[in-house]
């Protein structure tokens, strides 16, 4: 965020004139090390410390996610929220559906944690919004490739976009 000051809203800026940063919080602690990292996740499964961990999730594939996910899911007292989708075939997926375990680099770790779902946050469009993307176009494309998302969802829009007169393949 740092890196994009300049795209800030009004009041992010309003906030930095009063030397007051738009991004502080009382007790909000920013990770900038991976050894600071490591630390505090040694320090989180090893206290009953309460704590917001806010990690970018990539599908929790990578990065330091990862890592917190390996030492915090087997306790029960804790909650996992994603908030948007996770593609198929992703440790974030697999958690995401209810599994009872999954393999963390190599180690099978319970997932005892209470796991969330906030929807609406996902850069992805739905069909609706594709859909309303294809119809804008002025002059109707002679054909429409349906190349990325879960088969369920490409047939739906396969058949919907059928309908509306477009040449379209899977």
């Not at 930095?16 to 990770?31: A, G, N």
């Not at 996910?69 to 995401?96: H, M």
């Amino acid at each position: 965020y740092r890196q994009f000051k300049k795209l800030w809203g009004a009041e992010a800026k309003e906030r930095l004139e009063h030397h007051r940063h738009p991004l502080s919080f009382d007790q909000c602690i920013t990770v900038e090390s991976h050894t600071d990292h490591l630390k505090l996740v040694n320090r989180l499964a090893s206290t009953a410390e309460a704590a917001i961990v806010v990690a970018a999730s990539g599908m929790c594939e990578g990065g330091r996610v990862v890592n917190y996910l390996e030492a915090l899911l087997p306790d029960k007292r804790n909650d996992v929220l994603f908030a948007g989708y996770q593609a198929e075939g992703t440790l974030g997926r697999r958690i995401q559906d209810g599994v009872e375990s999954v393999l963390i680099e190599g180690r099978r770790v319970k997932v005892k944690a209470q796991v969330h779902t906030m929807s609406g946050y996902s850069a992805h469009a739905d069909m609706n919004d594709l859909i309303q993307f294809v119809t804008a176009i002025p002059t109707p494309p002679k054909e429409v490739h349906l190349i990325h998302g879960e088969e369920d969802s490409k047939k739906a829009l396969y058949q919907q976009l059928i309908n509306l007169g477009y040449n379209c393949v899977l």
